[in-house]
């Protein structure tokens, strides 16, 4: 997988890129993330990237210019060697769809992404009809501009490609990868200033352990979004345990 990221502020992305799942996906050469900086594309002596907003208003808008001739420029470059390639250009916003699981997965199959980061009080509308292919919020908030959502949704991506996490089954039990939060866990010591670890993580089997963090899973997501459940697949016998967990605890 090969990300390009196109940027003013290249320089938040050095210390990310360092460290952790970013650089031992590219160690491992599992995927590459690649910085661009927009002000390299603009041909004033001041490199301006922004301008007052037609119709007045508080704050710069991105212009179009320089953010069209960045990506076509580097889009280009990838189509000498792979023509036929159509490459996913996702503009983040906050106006976008809410970053999920299920499209950092959808993503991560892409063998090269673009993202813009956006700054100031927006980007020109036609950034985002004419040139970004999707728009991506990772929450319901405003920030300063894409940078640390596009490190967010990068990491979400990254490590669901094969090969970048230790284990293969690292992503599977994840909050969000079932529909669910994920169960407690645990480690050594067995016992830490009082509390003990549930025995049956203890026992050695394997067929218990995983009905336990089933329900644990269930009764967690219940705790703290339950609005998940309702697409999280359950079972005719897991919803009727939901039910009992909506029933006062006198009547449970």
């Known amino acids: 997988m090969n990300i390009h990221i196109f940027t003013i502020f290249p320089e ?8 952790g799942i970013f650089k031992r996906a590219a160690e491992e050469e ?11 594309f603009t041909h004033d002596r001041h490199h301006t990237v922004d301008d007052s907003p ?19 420029s580097i889009r280009e470059k990838i189509k000498q060697t792979t ?15 809410l970053l999920t699981q299920e499209i950092a997965l959808e993503l991560s199959r892409e063998p090269v992404l673009f993202l813009i980061c956006g700054h100031y009080e927006g980007v020109d509308e036609r950034i985002a009809e004419d040139l970004a292919t999707d728009s991506i919020s ?7 501009g894409g940078e640390l959502p596009a490190l967010v949704l990068t990491d979400a991506m990254l490590r669901l490609v094969p090969g970048v996490l230790g284990s293969p089954e690292s992503p599977i039990d994840e909050s969000h990868s079932t ?38 899973a269930i009764i967690r997501t219940w705790k703290r979004r339950p609005d998940m459940l309702a697409r999280a697949g359950l079972s005719d016998k897991e919803n009727e345990f939901v039910k009992q967990l909506q029933q006062p605890e006198e009547m449970v």
């Open 12 to 19: 938040i992305f050095a210390s990310p890129l360092g460290a």
């Open 30 to 40: 599992r995927a590459t993330v690649e910085i661009h900086n927009i002000r390299f």
């Open 54 to 72: 037609y119709g007045g208003g508080a704050g710069m808008v991105f212009k179009p210019e320089p953010v069209f001739e960045a990506v076509e």
């Open 83 to 97: 023509p036929e390639r159509t490459i996913p250009i996702i503009l983040l916003s906050p106006q976008g769809r």
């Open 138 to 144: 990772i929450g319901d908030y405003v920030l300063s």
């Open 179 to 216: 529909g669910l939060l994920e169960y407690p866990q645990y480690t050594r010591p067995p016992e830490f200033r009082g509390k003990k670890v549930p025995e049956v993580l203890l026992s050695g089997n394997h067929a218990e352990i995983a009905k336990w963090r089933r329900k644990q």
